[in-house]
């Protein structure tokens, strides 16, 4: 079954070039050209995936990210014609998995189409019946679904493969690369920027469901799973 993909941009050659690089890569596309026709096709038409432009009047593409992100974890790829690292910053704290920099190429952009779509559709290799726990954090990665002491959080698709990667192992130190290779697992350019935003990301999440102390920076060196503690019980419908 081919992937869905919306594309959201107001300049209606980018969207035919794009629409146009991700159909011959077996893939179906919709268009919109501003962040309400955006919304309003994202819910009729329901996507498996969504390339949204930063820059667009009236309603830009943070804010329908925001909205978007209301509801559905919905992988998003920005498109931005500005390289600015604050840009950058806000649309992965937004809840954005990807960001890409206008004039791009087509190919770069339906190669991270492709990895993001294959992080959100592959599971993980998972241990005793696909769930983890630690303290009062429990992910099960079957379900894809995250929970702190029985509470939900919602979580992008890329803030829970880095989860996942540091549950298995806590205490254990993860360099940016080891993160990388294990949360994208494919041959595209992250920097650093980017998984320390997501990182920025998933601790604020967590912090919020009662794990402030989840995620420790070891300066110099990466990230581990330090800590999670707390007296609730976990909820069974994980």
């Known amino acids: 079954m081919s992937k ?109 189409v492709r990895a993001i779509s294959k992080r959100a559709s592959t599971q993980p290799v998972v241990e005793q019946d696909s769930i983890l726990e630690f303290g009062i954090l429990k992910l099960n990665s079957e379900r894809r679904t995250v929970f702190v002491s029985g509470t939900a959080v919602e979580l992008t698709e890329t803030e829970f493969d880095i989860l996942a990667v540091l549950l298995r192992r806590p205490g254990i130190v993860f360099d940016r690369n080891a993160i990388l290779d294990q949360a994208w697992g494919d041959n595209i350019h992250v920097s650093d920027r980017t998984i320390d935003s997501h990182m920025r990301n998933l601790r604020s999440k967590l912090k919020q469901a009662g794990c402030p102390d989840a995620i420790r920076t070891v300066r110099g060196v990466g990230f581990q799973l330090h800590t999670c503690e707390g007296d609730a019980q976990f909820a069974d419908t994980i």
């Open 4 to 112: 869905r993909v919306l594309i959201v941009d107001d300049d209606p050659h980018i969207r035919e070039v794009i629409a146009f690089a991700l159909e011959k890569d077996g893939m179906t596309t919709s268009m919109a050209s501003d962040g309400a026709e955006a919304l309003k096709m994202f819910e009729q038409r329901a996507p498996d995936f969504v390339v949204l432009d930063v820059g667009m009047p009236e309603m830009d593409g943070l804010e329908v990210c925001r909205r978007i992100r209301a509801t559905s974890n919905c992988p998003i790829l920005f498109l931005s014609a500005r390289d600015d690292e604050i840009d950058r910053i806000l649309g992965l704290e937004m809840g954005g998995d990807d960001y890409v920099t206008k004039p791009f190429s087509p190919r770069e952009l339906v190669a991270r």
